[in-house]
Nanobody, 123 residues
Framework: VQLQASGGGLVQAGGSLRLSCTAS????????MGWFRQAPGKERDFVAG????????SYADSVKGRFTISREYAKNTMYLQMNSLKTEDTGVYYC?????????????????WGQGTLVTVSS
């Protein structure tokens, strides 16, 4: 499966962005999916995950109440709606397909990764 992330850009603090991740190739709707981000000089951190059926979602504490993950099966696409953005949300955002039906919070829980899209939040 190939993942294409898009929607990143430059936004002021307090603004919003919506990221998209479209899967192609050998796609499967039986796997969870997730978003990670990597700030400059830091490790890749879990942001949000969604189960194979969309019923279960999980978020990093730092984004709870501000970010919403969703998926649209007809388009093989996952989204991350990001509101009330903060400067600390800056980083490269990666989407990934989980190894299991549920989406874990560790990078090892995922098997396929997109190329990343850059989000820059200015003060």
């Amino acid at each position: 499966v190939q993942l294409q992330a898009s929607g990143g850009g430059l936004v002021q603090a307090g603004g919003s962005l919506r990221l998209s991740c479209t899967a192609s190739g050998r796609t499967s709707s039986n796997n969870g999916m997730g978003w990670f981000r990597q700030a400059p000089g830091k490790e890749r951190d879990f942001v949000a995950g969604i189960s194979w059926n969309g019923r279960y979602t999980s978020y990093a504490d730092s984004v709870k109440g501000r970010f919403t993950i969703s998926r649209e099966y007809a388009k093989n696409t996952m989204y991350l709606q990001m509101n009330s953005l903060k400067t600390e949300d800056t980083g490269v955002y990666y989407c990934a397909v989980a190894r299991q039906a549920v989406a874990g919070s560790g990078a090892a829980d995922y098997k396929s990764w997109g190329q990343g899209t850059l989000v820059t939040v200015s003060s």
